[in-house]
Every structure is written in structure tokens, then in C-alpha cells.
């Protein structure tokens, strides 16, 4: 991934040394990057928009995904907040009932494509629970 022509030299190092090594670390910087329009997908690859010296790094996997949570609109960070406290897996048909919003099935929508849930394996879905 860090290969790709558009990643500037500086960033690329910039990356692997903040990396460490953790494939999960540099997945989670190219979302978040993504996210925040500081590159973007080509052809080729990813492409720096702007200068290397502008792009803001965090240290850790879970500064990472910290930053990407507070970036998210009230509404799907909310649900998002809801699902932790009720644990690592949860119900669909649960978080929705507690949400009490009107919106809770697009907020599952947008968190699932932003990769922060993943409701592919509920069992209450499935009709197991």
C-alpha cells in the first residue's frame, strides 16, 4: 500500500515509522486520510493532496480511530456510543430499539461503510438469538 506512487517519499516514511510495523495501523491512517480528503484514490494508487508537512499523523492505532469517531455527525456517534456499551457484539434489532431515533437504520448504514461496526454476523439477524 505504501508502495503507491502517490505517496510522497516523506510521508511514506513518515507512515512506516509511525506504523511500526502494524499492517492495522497503516489500513486505519489510509481511511483516515481518506476521510479527512488529505489524499485521495487514483488509478495508481492514493495521491497526496496537499503538502506532506500538512498532514496530521496520529501515533497510535487508537488515536487513529479516535480521531475518526469525533469526526462522525452527532447522530451515528451516538449509536456508535450505544453499541460499546452494550459490548463488543450486539444486536441489530437491540442498538435500534435503544437508539430512539428515526434514523438509527442509516446511521448502521453509514457506520458499517465506514468500517467502525460490522453488522454482517448478527445472529439476531439470522433469526439464532
Known amino acids: 500500500m505504501l508502495a503507491a506512487s502517490g505517496f510522497a517519499p516523506p510521508?511514506?516514511?513518515?507512515?512506516?515509522?509511525?506504523?511500526?510495523g502494524n499492517p492495522f495501523y497503516?489500513?486505519?491512517?489510509?481511511?483516515?486520510?481518506?476521510?479527512?480528503?488529505?489524499?485521495?484514490?487514483?488509478?495508481?494508487?492514493?495521491?497526496?493532496v496537499g503538502r506532506v508537512d500538512e498532514v496530521a499523523v496520529p501515533e497510535s492505532v487508537q488515536d487513529l480511530i479516535a480521531a475518526r469517531i469525533d469526526r462522525l455527525d452527532d447522530g451515528p456517534k451516538e449509536l456508535l456510543q450505544t453499541a460499546s456499551v452494550i459490548g463488543r457484539e450486539f444486536s441489530h434489532r437491540l442498538?435500534?430499539?435503544l437508539a430512539h431515533?428515526?434514523?438509527?437504520?442509516?446511521?448502521?448504514?453509514?457506520?458499517?461503510a465506514s468500517q467502525l461496526i460490522d453488522t454482517g454476523s448478527d445472529p439476531f439477524e439470522r433469526g439464532l438469538g
Open 11 to 20: 510521508l511514506r516514511s513518515l507512515i512506516a515509522t509511525r506504523g511500526e
Open 26 to 48: 497503516i489500513e486505519e491512517l489510509v481511511r483516515s486520510l481518506r476521510e479527512t480528503g488529505a489524499i485521495r484514490a487514483t488509478t495508481a494508487g492514493y495521491e497526496l
Open 95 to 97: 442498538l435500534v430499539e
Open 101 to 112: 431515533s428515526e434514523q438509527a437504520e442509516a446511521y448502521l448504514r453509514d457506520l458499517e
